[in-house]
Nanobody, 123 residues
Framework: QVQLIQSGGGSVQPGGSLRLSCAASGRSFWGYAVGWFRQGPGNEREFVAAIAATDDNTYYSNAVKGRFTISRDSAAITVYLQMDSLKPEDTAVYYC????????????????WGQGAQVIVSS
C-alpha cells in the first residue's frame, strides 16, 4: 500500500504560478510512475502529467504542455508539479497518483491516489 500526501495549491491570478508536491508516506517512489490528474467543475477527471518510474521521461497533456513541469527529487521521495502561466481554465482539484504499469493517460491504471488539492485561477 502506498499512501500519497499532497501539499500546495491555493489561489492565484491568471499568469501566476503555483507548485504542488506529492510525497509517498514512509517510502520513496522507486519503481513507481507518478502522475497528476485534475478535475474541474462539472468535468471528468483528466490526465495532466506523468513521470516514468525508471528513466524520468515526462509526459504532458496538450492543455498544459509548455506551462507545467513535473519533476522528482533525487531521492525519489517527492514529486512536484510546477505550474506556470496559469489560466482560469486550470482551475480544478489536482490529484497525484502512482502506478507500476499501464497507460499513463487512463486514470483506471493508477493504483494509488492523493487526497487532492484545490487550485483556483481567477482575477
Amino acid at each position: 500500500q502506498v499512501q500519497l500526501i499532497q501539499s500546495g495549491g491555493g489561489s492565484v491570478q491568471p499568469g501566476g504560478s503555483l507548485r504542488l508536491s506529492c510525497a509517498a508516506s514512509g517510502r520513496s517512489f522507486w519503481g513507481y510512475a507518478v502522475g497528476w490528474f485534475r478535475q474541474g467543475p462539472g468535468n471528468e477527471r483528466e490526465f495532466v502529467a506523468a513521470i516514468a518510474a525508471t528513466d524520468d521521461n515526462t509526459y504532458y497533456s496538450n492543455a498544459v504542455k509548455g506551462r507545467f513541469t513535473i519533476s522528482r527529487d533525487s531521492a525519489a521521495i517527492t514529486v512536484y508539479l510546477q505550474m506556470d502561466s496559469l489560466k482560469p481554465e486550470d482551475t480544478a482539484v489536482y490529484y497525484c497518483a502512482a502506478q507500476t504499469s499501464g497507460s499513463y493517460r487512463v486514470d483506471s491504471n493508477w493504483n494509488y491516489w492523493g487526497q487532492g488539492a484545490q487550485v483556483i485561477v481567477s482575477s
